[in-house]
């Protein structure tokens, strides 16, 4: 079956860094897109960042540019998402999502049909 595992979350404080993996099982990882949301407490789900499934286009919502960084390792069926300068407003449930041939323009919740459980960012200031 389709499992996405994430890792990497932890309590931080404002400035520092974490990187984020999201190792993938029982799909095809080199054809789907992947994607990043985040879920603050009491907030809705929202997107974070999105990579090609061919790898060569990204986009990032507008709070994360130039602070985030989304890549993906198709020999190890992991997307990753390097975050600095870490901010409060950060804090959240980060999960990852996968599209088969998903753009990365796909931002919606509901765009996406297979996600993780998750893992716990929490930025301290």
């Known amino acids: 079956q389709v499992q996405l595992v994430e890792s990497g979350g932890g309590l931080v404080q404002a400035g520092d860094s974490l990187t984020l993996s999201c190792v993938v099982s029982g799909l095809d990882f080199s054809a789907y897109g992947m994607a990043w949301f985040r879920q603050a407490p009491g907030k809705e789900r929202d997107f974070v960042a999105a990579i090609h499934w061919s790898g060569v286009q990204v986009h990032y919502r507008d709070s994360a540019k130039g602070r985030f960084t989304i890549s993906r390792d198709n020999a190890r069926n992991t997307v990753y998402l390097q975050m600095n300068s870490l901010k409060p407003d950060d804090t959240g449930i980060y999960y990852c999502?996968?599209?088969?041939?998903?753009?990365?323009?796909?931002?919606?919740?509901?765009?996406?049909?297979?996600w993780g459980l998750g893992t716990q960012v929490t930025v301290s200031s």
């Open positions: 999502a996968a599209r088969a041939y998903g753009g990365v323009y796909q931002t919606a919740v509901r765009d996406y049909a297979d």
